[in-house]
C-alpha cells in the first residue's frame, strides 16, 4: 500500500519552539536569529524522512484569518499571538523543507488542519496509508483503519494513535470526536 505522511507544520512548529523555549533560555546564531524552533523542527522532520514513504506534505496556516472567523468573531479569540522570537524562524523552517524537496503547502482563509485533512481524504480514496503528525486534537476525528495520527512526546518518541486509541482516550469513535469537541 502507498503511505503519505501529512505534517501539520504549525502544531511540530510550536511543539519545537515550547519543547526547547520551557527553559527560558532560546538558542540564537551568531548573528542574534533565534534557531530553537528550527532545530527541533529540522530533528523531528529527520525522523520523519527517513521513513519510508511515497510522498509527505508539511501544511501551514495561511495567517491570522481563516473562513471560521467570518462566522464567528471571536473564533480562537482567546489565543495568546505567536512569540516574535518563533515568528522569525518561519521563513527558515520553509527553505529548509525547500532544500529537502519537501512540499509545503498553505492555502488564505485556511488552517493546517483544513488542507490535512482534505489530503487526507483524497489520499485514502487513491488507496494510500496516511500518517497524520500533529498534536491537535481536532485531527483525531480523521483516524480510519488506514489514517493514524502520530503525535510527538518528548524527545524523538511519537504516540501512534488508531482507533482504538481514540476510542480510549476519548471514549467515542473518531467520527463522533468532533460533536464531542
Do not use: C
Request: proline share 3%.
Amino acid at each position: 500500500m502507498k503511505r503519505i505522511i501529512l505534517v501539520d507544520g504549525n502544531s511540530l512548529m510550536y511543539r519545537a519552539y515550547y519543547g526547547t523555549a520551557f527553559t527560558g533560555n532560546l538558542m540564537q546564531n551568531s548573528k542574534g536569529l533565534y534557531t530553537n524552533a528550527i532545530y527541533a523542527f529540522i530533528r523531528m522532520l529527520d525522523t520523519l524522512i527517513n521513513q519510508k514513504y511515497d510522498n509527505i506534505l508539511v501544511a501551514f496556516d495561511a495567517g491570522k484569518q481563516t473562513f471560521r472567523h467570518e462566522i464567528l468573531d471571536s473564533y480562537k479569540g482567546g489565543r495568546s499571538p505567536m512569540p516574535e522570537e518563533m515568528r522569525v524562524q518561519i521563513p527558515h523552517i520553509k527553505e529548509y523543507l525547500h532544500l529537502m524537496n519537501i512540499k509545503e503547502y498553505q492555502l488564505p482563509l485556511y488552517e493546517a488542519d483544513d488542507i490535512i485533512g482534505s489530503m487526507a481524504r483524497l489520499a485514502i480514496s487513491e488507496g494510500y496509508h496516511v500518517d497524520i503528525y500533529s498534536s491537535d486534537k481536532d485531527l483525531m476525528q480523521l483516524v480510519t483503519d488506514s489514517t493514524l495520527i502520530v503525535k510527538p512526546e518528548s524527545g524523538s518518541t511519537w504516540q501512534v494513535t488508531g482507533i482504538k486509541g481514540v476510542e480510549a482516550e476519548w471514549g467515542v469513535k473518531p467520527a463522533k470526536l468532533l460533536d464531542l469537541l
